[in-house]
Nanobody, 115 residues
Framework: QVQLVESGGGLVQAGGSLRLSCAASGSIFRFNAMGWARRAPGKQRELVAVITSGGHTNYADSVKGRFTISRDNSKNTMYLQMHNLKPEDTAVYYC?????????WGQGTQVTVSS
């Protein structure tokens, strides 16, 4: 089973930037799609961004224009570049990857945006 490890979370002021990384245990070529989701305290998990093996991307309306998802197949790593962060972006961010109908999840990394 694939292992996904997120990193890059932290505390940032509103308007700041962070880049999250998701390192996979093995080649990410096998994944049809990879993505990021987040869960804020007291809220349901929200899908934030998705990138397919062909490089197509899709974003939640709440992050469009501020977040960019990308993947580096040579490093088996996916990224989420976040700009102009807002307090409502505070959440635990999880990466996920889908292959052959099976979705794997990382343990999450905390992002806290102070006002």
């Amino acid at each position: 089973q694939v292992q996904l490890v997120e990193s890059g979370g932290g505390l940032v002021q509103a308007g700041g930037s962070l880049r999250l990384s998701c390192a996979a245990s093995g080649s990410i070529f096998r994944f049809n799609a990879m993505g990021w989701a987040r869960r804020a305290p007291g809220k349901q998990r929200e899908l934030v961004a998705v990138i397919t093996s062909g490089g197509h991307t899709n974003y939640a309306d709440s992050v469009k224009g501020r977040f960019t998802i990308s993947r580096d197949n040579s490093k088996n790593t996916m990224y989420l570049q976040m700009h102009n962060l807002k307090p409502e972006d505070t959440a635990v961010y999880y990466c996920n990857a889908e292959s052959a109908g099976i979705r794997s999840w990382g343990q999450g990394t905390q992002v806290t945006v102070s006002s």
